[in-house]
């Protein structure tokens, strides 16, 4: 009922920039939080980031002032711009948003994306 599709993700030397994509469709009524995650290998996944629909901001400690976290909720849309990016952020970034299908619902479901791998690497 509802998908979350990530793109922008690839290979890009240290000190690099990217910029993460991810749309939302399907039967959504509203959106609260929406975030990214990612998971690098022999690793647990790990947040990266959050936003909620008022535009509220937290990173984890390690991408902080080097990752922003964005969205545009008229497009059901979260963005991840990562600059000066280093070899351990090498990973799979997952998208994560809690979406409310219906009106008559009263409770947010959890989404996530399939992956899209970031490498960082001269």
């Known amino acids: 009922q509802v998908q979350l599709v990530e793109s922008g993700g690839g290979l890009v030397q240290p000190g690099g920039s990217l910029r993460l994509s991810c749309a939302a469709s399907?039967?959504?009524?509203?959106?609260?939080?929406m975030g990214w995650y990612r998971q690098a290998p022999g690793k647990q996944r790990e947040l990266v980031a959050t936003?909620?629909?008022?535009?509220?901001?937290n990173y984890a400690d390690s991408v902080k002032g080097r990752f922003t976290i964005s969205r545009d909720n008229a497009k059901n849309t979260v963005y991840l711009q990562m600059n000066s990016l280093k070899p351990e952020d090498t990973a799979v970034y997952y998208c994560?948003?809690?979406?409310?299908?219906?009106?008559?619902?009263?409770?947010?479901?959890?989404?996530w994306g399939q992956g899209t791998q970031v490498t960082v690497s001269s």
């Open positions: 994560n948003a809690g979406v409310r299908i219906y009106p008559s619902t009263t409770y947010y479901l959890s989404y």
């Open positions: 399907g039967t959504i009524f509203s959106i609260n939080n």
């Open positions: 936003i909620t629909n008022g535009g509220s901001t």
